[in-house]
């Protein structure tokens, strides 16, 4: 019996490893998106776009390990930009306190701030996304589901954190590669 279920096992691994290498995805539709939206425009149409893209001109796309898959490709880049920009506003944000404090002045310290709200942000985000899993009765969907809510949370506070650099004039990265 262990030995069917090593054999069941091992096969759900490969043709998982399988399944995920005939993906088509790319991040290119989610960012030519947000360019024809613009920085002031509703960059939220284009959340989960390269995902779709995915889904739709992958084989077996829209099944719960295909949209699992695609969801969380595009997941992957918007984490990627955010923390590229929690990084670099971080940055910014502590050379502004420490030239603040050589001033003298008593105002409010924005990098401690930045790390406390993006500290309660991954709390919300979680715990949101463990509740849409909940709302599928343990079925299949509920995968999907939360890792869906994950790209959408991330997406808006990477999104957010981006505009913040921007007000700083800061350069961001808004391509592919990030």
């Keep these: 019996m262990k030995a069917l279920v090593g054999a069941v096992i091992l096969f759900g ?3 998982q490893s399988a399944a995920a290498q005939d993906m088509v995805y790319s991040f290119a539709p989610t960012t030519d998106c947000l360019a ?7 960059a939220h149409q284009c959340f989960g776009t390269a995902a779709n893209a995915c889904m739709e001109n992958t084989p077996g796309g829209w099944s719960t390990v295909g949209m699992s898959t695609c969801l969380g490709l595009e997941l ?3 984490d990627r930009r955010l923390n590229r920009a929690y990084g670099l506003l971080m940055t910014k944000l502590k050379a502004e306190d420490e030239e603040m404090a050589a001033l003298g002045s008593s105002a409010p310290k924005q990098a401690p701030a930045l790390r ?6 991954i709390t919300f985000r979680d715990t949101s996304c463990d509740y849409e899993r909940t709302k599928w009765g343990g079925g299949t969907g509920g995968g999907p589901a939360a890792t869906s809510c994950h790209l959408f949370i991330t997406a808006r506070q990477a999104w957010s954190l981006e ?3 921007n007000a700083y004039g800061a350069q961001i990265c808004n391509h592919e590669g990030c």
């Design 13 to 15: 691994a490969v043709a």
């Design 36 to 42: 024809e939206k613009g920085p002031e425009g509703e």
């Design 76 to 78: 992957q880049d918007w």
């Design 116 to 121: 406390e709200m993006q500290r309660a942000w």
């Design 163 to 165: 505009a913040d650099l």
